[in-house]
């Protein structure tokens, strides 16, 4: 998943914070439809190792946000809870 993630720093860049904040219902959309293309075109569980490295790029891809958000929010109120 870590190429997904790497993703979504790379989309963060062309946006300001606000503009990005806009932008991730359409990322989720396009990247939830290229997986759902790719589960359609090829089989579920690819037996494959390309296919199945490309699923996982989608997967990293369309859950990454919501893993930045998680972790901003357990640094947040762990560094509340230090202080």
Same mark, same amino acid.
């Given at each position: 998943?870590?190429?997904? @993630? ?18 991730? /219902? $359409? ?7 290229? @997986? ?9 569980? $690819? ?10 790029? /989608?997967?990293?891809? @369309? ?5 930045? /958000? ?14």
């Amino acid at each position: 998943w870590r190429t997904g @993630l790497s993703r979504h720093h790379t989309r963060r860049l062309a946006y300001s914070s606000w503009r990005y904040a806009l932008m991730i /219902l $359409p990322y989720g959309v396009n990247d939830f439809l290229k @997986l759902i293309q790719h589960c359609w075109h090829y089989s579920l569980w $690819p037996k494959n190792i390309v296919l199945a490295g490309e699923r996982q790029l /989608l997967l990293g891809s @369309l859950f990454s946000p919501f893993y930045f /958000l998680i972790w901003t929010i357990k640094t947040f109120f762990n560094g509340n809870k230090k202080a």
